[in-house]
C-alpha cells in the first residue's frame, strides 16, 4: 500500500498539505479545531474530498471559532446541513458544535485546547482515543489517530526519507518530546 508521502508530492491538493501542513505540530486553537472538524468529516470519504471542501468549512463555520460555531442553534444546524460546500451529515454537524463547545470547557479548565493536549502527552494511541471517546463526539480511533497524527502528536505522517521528516522534526514535534 502506497504512503502519504508516495502520492502526495507534486498533487495539485495533496502535495501542499503533505509539504506544509501534515504532521507539523499545531498550537493554535482555531487549527487544532478545523483539524478535528476535517478528520470527522472524512470519515467514510476520502481525504481529497475533504482537502477540496477545506474552503468552504472555513467559510461555513465561521473561520473555525470556537466560540461562534459553540453558539450555534437550530438555525444554523439548517445552514450547515443545506450548505453543497460541506459534508452535509447530521451526525457530523452536530459533532462539531458539541465538539466546540467541550473545546469551551477546555479553555476554561487548561487555558487552550493545545494546552489541554500538552497535558495528557504522551499517550499511546489507544490512552488518547479512550480520552477523545470519553471528551469529544464522533472520535473513533482512526480519527482520534489521524487528528494527533496531523497536528504532530503521534509520529508516522511522514517517511524517515522524506525530505518534509526533517523539517517537522527540527521543530520538535510533541511526539518526539519525553515528559
Known amino acids: 500500500m502506497p504512503h502519504y508521502c508516495d502520492i502526495a ?10 509539504d506544509s501542513e501534515y504532521g507539523f505540530p499545531v498550537r ?7 483539524r478535528l472538524v476535517l478528520e470527522i468529516n472524512q470519515a467514510g470519504l476520502s481525504w481529497l474530498t475533504i482537502l477540496k471542501k477545506r474552503e468552504g468549512f472555513y467559510a461555513a463555520y465561521d473561520g473555525f471559532d470556537i466560540d461562534r460555531v ?7 444546524t439548517q445552514r450547515l446541513l443545506s450548505d453543497a460546500g460541506i459534508i452535509r451529515n447530521r451526525l457530523k454537524v452536530a459533532a462539531a458544535i458539541h465538539n466546540a463547545q ?25 490512552d488518547w482515543v ?27 505522517t ?19 518530546q519525553k515528559s
Open 102 to 126: 467541550c473545546l469551551q470547557e477546555i479553555r476554561q479548565s487548561h487555558g487552550s485546547f493545545g494546552n489541554w493536549l500538552d497535558g495528557h502527552h504522551p499517550l499511546p494511541k489507544d
Open 28 to 34: 493554535d486553537d482555531s487549527v487544532l479545531f478545523e
Open 70 to 76: 459553540a453558539g450555534y442553534g437550530d438555525r444554523d
Open 158 to 176: 511522514h517517511r524517515e526519507n522524506c525530505p518534509v521528516f526533517a523539517e517537522i522534526a527540527a521543530l520538535q514535534p510533541p511526539w518526539q
Open 130 to 156: 479512550k480520552l477523545f471517546k470519553k471528551t469529544f463526539r464522533f472520535t473513533g480511533g482512526e480519527i482520534t489517530g489521524e487528528f494527533l497524527m496531523s497536528t504532530g502528536y503521534l509520529p508516522g
Open 9 to 18: 508530492p507534486g498533487h495539485p491538493w495533496h502535495g501542499p498539505y503533505h
